[in-house]
């Protein structure tokens, strides 16, 4: 069976400093892979989605990147987080068919 | 856009009461799908309607499909409180991008004990 495993699950970091955050999916191949940001409350933001390795999709021009160096991995990364960064970030993955499914979520804080 | 607009955006029942949601949209779709989301916790897919269905039922979820007022609802029956979440749809453009699959701000739908 197919699962996606997002890490870490919380993170508190400075203005200023590195991100990245981790997606896999295990268990398909050729996934469509997507990257949300959630504010408190709020709906959900998409930010970007892969169709393919290396093939990114941005849907929000800010100090965010994403990266899909294998299949099944996709990556978010900023160089200097922002205070607005903060928010609970998703990655889903589609295999082709109309459903999305969800990892748990990452709860960043920038302070 | 493929983003619904959910309505209300906050609901309150008691438990053993029944809820309603609602989703409109803008263009004509090939498919819609409900999503529930527990706080802190990612999206899980609920059900699924496609435009030429007009009532799809999942458990004590009932979904409703209006394509003539671009409407959709979310009915939950004898609710508990372990219904309490965020409840979102999106649907799918028909010849709309496969790809960008957005979703709007939801319905928090809270059930007392």
């Known amino acids: 069976s197919q699962t996606i495993h997002q890490w870490p699950a919380t993170l508190v970091q400075p203005v200023g400093s590195p991100l990245s955050l981790e997606c896999t999916v295990e268990g398909t191949s050729n996934p469509n892979l997507y990257w949300y940001r959630q504010a408190a409350g709020r709906g959900l933001q998409l930010l970007f989605y892969s169709v393919g390795i290396g093939q990114i999709s941005s849907e929000v021009p800010q100090n965010l990147s994403a990266s899909r160096p294998q299949d099944r991995q996709f990556i978010l990364s900023s160089k200097k987080l922002l205070l607005s960064d903060s928010g609970f970030y998703l990655c889903a993955w589609r295999d082709g068919g109309e459903k999305l499914f969800f990892g748990s979520g990452t709860q960043l804080s920038v302070l | 856009s493929q983003q619904g607009e959910e309505d209300p955006q906050a609901l309150s029942i008691q438990e053993g009461e029944n809820a309603t949601m609602n989703c409109s949209y803008k263009t004509s779709i090939n498919n819609l799908q409900w999503y529930r989301q527990n706080s802190g916790r990612g999206l899980v897919h609920l059900i699924l309607?496609?435009?030429?269905?007009r009532e799809k039922h999942s458990g004590r979820l009932r979904v409703t499909l209006d394509t003539s007022k671009k409407s959709s609802s979310l009915l939950i029956t004898a609710s508990r409180a372990a219904d309490t979440a965020s409840y979102f749809c999106?649907?799918?453009?028909?010849?709309?991008?496969?790809?960008?699959?957005?979703f709007g701000k939801g319905t928090l739908l809270t059930v007392n004990p």
């Open positions: 999106k649907h799918r453009n028909s010849g709309g991008s496969n790809y960008k699959l957005t």
């Open positions: 309607i496609r435009s030429n269905e």
